[in-house]
């Protein structure tokens, strides 16, 4: 049960939505927040936050629970655990599950499955088309009367545009957004890495940077057309970013875009080893990506981060790196990469940073979430930004350890997730 009532006092709070970046108090009583300031109401329990900032729920809204077919990986009670362990209070799953999240009856099950067994907010994410096959546009207007807040058929981008195009039209009458992994299929083949030295080097099939712009760019037309809300999942190539930005600057308010850790912080140079753990889809790419992404982040082109966090078994992940699975695990540690590849550097200042990880994701999946003014849902991240640390993937409390961080050295840490006026997670 929630506790009745929680005072943080000390901290510095951070709330983009209402452009706060102050000193200050909250009261958390009834699920809710009921005071934000200097006075220090009265509660049954007291949070001190000295030294750290006090900012909305994070959330994720690019996740994979693997719920159902593949819960030898991850399951929505796993995955929901090391969210708030990551300090996140809300995420969003793909729907890229076994059967795939394409109806209502499947979207009905992930929000059960949550009710009973999530650690925090739980938001589905349906398919585009029936069984992610990209042909047949799947039960869109009855998969958001169940509970969708979004459509994707991430992992794969969708080929026909004839397709895209009806999806697009069809979503505007619901204001939803289409989330696109944008990578021609044509063009990546088999591919496994990006096209380059390195891939020339290994000996390896490519998958190159056009094959996501030009996915992207047909896609920006559509959006323009249709007026579709519009979002990219795992921007990774400097002409992506340029793309945005040139639609943009054209007036396009309809359309956003999310970065990772790993496109942030890897590069192909670190598969020269053949560690599949930095096998991921689209691939990593290269320095000059990572500073257009970066600068992407900055001016506003890129709104979002998200982890795109991807588990997969030791077994499937001990593969050649031809045959192993693309993905990357990193909700448990999103927030000091976060740090590392974008404070450090003095890519963001705080508020921004934390906006594109509470408010912005909120409006794009068009959620009550992301803010702690007085009335919203108690949910709420404790972050100690000075915190030195060491990632240890054998601690993670998902299922899965494929994590190419393990046993980096890192500075910040979510030190208390609380959810609905509940204490999910706490650091000690």
Known sequence: MPNSSILITGGTIIDPANNI???????IDDAKIQYLGFDKPSASQTITAENCYVVP???????????????????????????VAGGFTSVACMPNTHPPIDNEASVEFILRQAHQFGHCNVFPIGAITKERAGKELAEMGNMIRAGAVAFSDDGDGIADSSVAYRAMQYITMFEKTIIEHCEDPALIGKGCINSGAVATMLGLPS?????????????????????????????????????????????????????????LLLTDEHCKNFDSNFKVAPP????????????????????????????????????????????????????????????DDKT??????????????????????????????????????????TIDAEKFYSKSRNCPYDGWKVRGRAVTTIVAGEIKYQNG
Not at 215 to 239: F, N, P, Q
Not at 240 to 261: C, D
Not at 291 to 301: C, E, F, M, Q
Request: net charge negative; with cysteine; glycine share 6%.
């Open 348 to 389: 963001l200042d705080w508020p921004s940073f934390i906006a594109k990880m509470t408010i912005n994701p909120a409006r794009v999946l068009g959620i009550d979430k992301g803010t702690l003014s007085v009335g919203a849902d108690a949910d709420v991240t404790i972050i100690d930004p000075n915190m030195e640390w």
């Open 284 to 343: 990593l790419r290269t320095k000059k990506d990572i500073a257009a992404l970066k600068a992407g982040l900055a001016d506003g082109t890129i709104d979002c981060l998200a982890t795109d966090h991807a588990p997969h078994s030791r077994e499937e992940k001990e593969l050649e790196f031809l045959y192993a699975p693309f993905g990357i695990i990193s909700l448990e540690v999103a927030l000091p990469l976060y740090i590392k590849a974008l404070i």
């Open 207 to 263: 998958r190159p940077a056009i094959a996501e712009q030009i996915m992207l760019y047909r896609d920006l037309i559509l959006a323009e057309t249709t007026g579709c809300k519009y979002h990219v999942a795992h921007i990774s190539t400097a002409g992506s970013v340029n793309l945005i930005r040139q639609f943009r600057n054209k007036g396009l308010q309809n359309i956003t875009a999310e970065a990772t850790p790993h496109h």
């Open 57 to 83: 729920g994070l959330i994720d809204m690019h996740v994979h629970l693997r719920e159902p077919g593949h819960e030898e990986e991850e399951t929505i009670e796993t995955g929901t655990k090391s969210a």
């Open 21 to 27: 970046f102050a000193p200050g108090n909250i009261l």
